[in-house]
């Protein structure tokens, strides 16, 4: 496709249940990216992947957040067993260069995480 | 620490009126600095950067200068559209590490005709 994909747009878990929320960067695209906004709120940084390299988890918010992209395309991030303040719009973001990193990446419309 | 700080929104406009958002931050070390839009129903898009000090971003007629002694970083735009409602990030990056970036909590403009 032309853009950043990210499926599903919204989500609705039940506390305690595991989720995965898919993003499919523009094809070529070296450096990947997750965000999570909640609420009212900036983004705050996940991970980055650079190609299949996770080079830096150090956004994730407990063990129970896992990211992967095995292939240096699709990334997957997975959420266990939910907790409320998970709720939140997950964002994914590529970008073709490595140097220019985030600035010169394009964001998809984000999945919208409910924990009930 | 790294942090970012805006003015709470909603800001509202009529069109033509001049338009300021004000942003300040603390950085550890000597940042770069962004601003970054949300249209509705889209993902966010860069507006403009600046990376040293007194540097001024520019685009869309959008301006911000990179005020290194008052640690800000506000955004003008001297006549405001309807189009240019949107979301307003302001936000950083360290410059040992562009790929991690802080945001502030972001500002709604309403720009009425």
């Known amino acids: 496709g032309a853009g950043v994909s990210q499926s599903p747009r919204y989500k609705v878990a039940k506390r305690g249940q595991d989720v995965a929320l898919r993003c499919d960067p523009i094809?070529?695209?070296?450096?990947l990216f997750w965000y999570q906004q909640a609420l009212g709120q900036g983004p705050e940084f996940l991970t980055y992947f650079q190609n299949e390299a996770q080079l830096d988890k150090s956004g994730l918010p407990s063990d129970r957040f896992f990211a992967e992209r095995p292939e240096g395309s699709v990334s997957t991030l997975k959420i266990q067993r939910t907790q409320q303040e998970d709720s939140a719009v997950y964002l994914c973001?590529?970008?073709?260069?490595?140097?220019?990193?985030?600035?010169?990446?394009?964001f998809g419309q984000g999945t919208r995480l409910t924990v009930v | 620490g790294n942090s970012v700080t805006q003015m709470e929104g909603p800001v509202t406009l009529s069109e033509e009126a001049f338009l300021t958002i004000n942003c300040t931050y603390t950085a550890t070390g000597y940042p770069s600095l962004f601003w970054y839009v949300q249209y509705p129903g889209e993902g966010l898009q860069l507006l403009l950067k600046?990376?040293?000090?007194?540097d001024k971003g520019s685009n869309k007629g959008f301006e911000a200068t990179y005020r290194k002694e008052t640690t800000s970083f506000h955004l003008e735009k001297g006549s405001v559209q309807v189009s240019d409602s949107a979301v307003y990030f302001c936000?950083?990056?360290?410059?040992?590490?562009?790929?991690?970036?802080?945001f502030g909590s972001g500002t709604k403009l309403n720009v009425k005709p």
């Open positions: 936000a950083l990056s360290d410059r040992n590490n562009f790929n991690k970036f802080y």
């Open positions: 094809s070529g695209h070296v450096s």
């Open positions: 600046a990376t040293k000090a007194d």
């Open positions: 973001a590529s970008s073709l260069s490595i140097g220019g990193g985030f600035t010169e990446a394009f």
